[in-house]
């Protein structure tokens, strides 16, 4: 029974360490630049994204991946940088462009329902799967427009998502 109980245990433990935990980033090329981009999958990432940060890395940014295709909205909370915003649908074709400014800081005596409310939202207007965010001026730089497509390993990025 008890050497059972053992095969069994180190049976489970080697399945665990068959499966590869998911990347930190991937490369993706954008409009001919290549970008390595941090994966953001899960909502308290997501939630995250780049508050409190003062630079993106050399050709670096973030990829959001979702774990399906709806209107989504990015804000600016608590972030020290402007940021564009690259919104995709499920066949990475670009729905919506945003340059998104720093917001003013939350005051000392500002609650964070106020200081929440005051922030400004910036929509995908159509469901979108992924959202990319690029240091400020890479829309332009890069010549990006709505329904230009990104390359991307759809189906592997989408079994990512959590």
């Not at 050709?59 to 991946?65: A, E, P, T, V």
């Not at 670009?94 to 964070?112: K, R, V, Y």
């Not at 409310?117 to 730089?141: C, D, V, W």
């Amino acid at each position: 029974m008890a050497l059972r109980l053992i095969l069994l245990c180190c049976f489970f433990l080697g399945m665990q360490s068959c499966s590869s935990p998911p990347p930190t980033s991937v490369l993706v090329s954008i409009a001919g630049q290549q970008f390595n981009l941090e994966v953001v999958l899960d909502d308290v990432t997501r939630a995250r994204g780049m508050m409190g940060r003062t630079s993106f890395t050399v050709d670096g940014g973030m990829l959001f991946i979702f774990p399906n295709a709806e209107v989504r909205s990015f804000w600016m909370k608590n972030c020290l940088i402007d940021i564009d915003l690259i919104f995709l649908d499920s066949r990475g074709t670009i729905t919506a462009l945003h340059e998104m400014s720093i917001e003013a800081p939350q005051e000392n005596d500002e609650s964070d329902w106020a200081y929440e409310q005051r922030m400004g939202h910036y929509f995908s207007y159509t469901p979108a799967r992924f959202a990319i965010e690029l240091e400020a001026g890479s829309i332009q730089k890069l010549h990006l427009r709505v329904n230009d497509h990104i390359n991307l390993d759809l189906t592997y990025l989408k079994s990512l998502a959590r």
